[in-house]
């Protein structure tokens, strides 16, 4: 709601057409009248469009991971539709700081400790403008604007990871180690981000020096990858096997750790299975990296 109000406050002044949508994902009961209501607060504030997008949610990836999927699918298809530039999203300083706990605790690497990008999606579609404003800013706003707050059950579920982060583990943190944890988390965000730019930067020219000169597809030469660092030795491993049908949500890094040791510590290991299909095997100087 804060961010529909200042998109209505500065939408017409910059000479931009804007409008809102609010997404169902039938989760809950009475979702569809919650939505609803939601669709009448957003077009009282002079937004145009405002719409309620109904989705399906899957279970591929958790309950978390598969709303989030039906989400964005449905907003890309909302801009394709309206012919929208951009599509702003209220994620907030607070949000960044508990994706980021989220990624350490997965251990999957300097990406995943990034966060989320203040403009990310094809084309940079997707705008984070409150990336920088804590949660209790917004809500300030909304209250200051007497503009209605919704708070979702789902978020203090602790059924749900992020609501586990936000409610017990953050809390935790700050009382161990006192207040600013949440702005040091969002710091090492873009700390992270600017170093995993630069790394993939690197394994951009790395990945083409690895490759057999034969252009064999799904092979890289076991003697160059291992002598590059192993940062940009993981990433290319990541890519390869991405590229050869893996799925990137499926993919941890226990799977690409395994695929590493095929080059740094080959013991004449067997074959490895990678979700996908995908097969990772040594054959002579090679990795070979391909769907079964």
Request: net charge positive.
């Amino acid at each position: 709601m804060a961010l529909a109000s200042a998109l209505a406050f500065e939408a017409p002044r910059a000479g931009v057409r804007a409008g809102a949508v609010t997404v169902d994902h039938g989760l809950q009961p009475g979702s569809a009248g919650r939505a609803a209501e939601v669709v009448q607060r957003l077009g009282s504030l002079g937004l145009g469009h405002a719409d309620a997008l109904t989705v399906t949610v899957g279970r591929a990836g958790g309950p978390e991971a598969a709303a989030r999927d039906a989400r964005y699918a449905a907003l890309d298809a909302a801009a394709e539709r309206h012919g929208a530039a951009v599509v702003l999203l209220g994620h907030t300083r607070d949000d960044q700081a508990e994706t980021v706990l989220l990624g350490l605790a997965r251990g999957s690497g300097t990406r995943s400790l990034s966060g989320m990008a203040a403009i990310s999606g094809p084309d940079g579609r997707y705008r984070r403008p409150f990336l920088r404003l804590d949660r209790q800013t917004t809500r300030k706003a909304c209250v200051m604007q007497s503009l209605p707050v919704w708070d979702d059950p789902h978020n203090t579920d602790p059924a749900f990871t992020r609501s586990r982060v936000r409610h017990e583990a953050l809390p935790i943190l700050e009382k161990a180690l006192g207040r600013g944890v949440i702005e040091a988390l969002a710091r090492t965000a873009q700390l992270s981000r600017d170093d995993a730019d630069a790394l993939d930067a690197w394994t951009d020219e790395a990945e083409r020096s690895v490759r057999p000169e034969d252009g064999s597809a799904g092979e890289l030469d076991v003697a160059r990858l291992f002598a590059l660092p192993p940062a940009v030795r993981r990433r290319v491993l990541r890519r390869t096997a991405i590229a050869a049908g893996a799925p990137a949500g499926s993919l941890f890094a226990r799977h690409v750790e395994e695929m590493d040791r095929l080059v740094t510590a080959w013991r004449g290991q067997r074959a490895i299975n990678l979700p996908g299909r995908v097969e990772v095997r040594r054959q002579g100087g090679r990795l070979v990296i391909r769907q079964s």
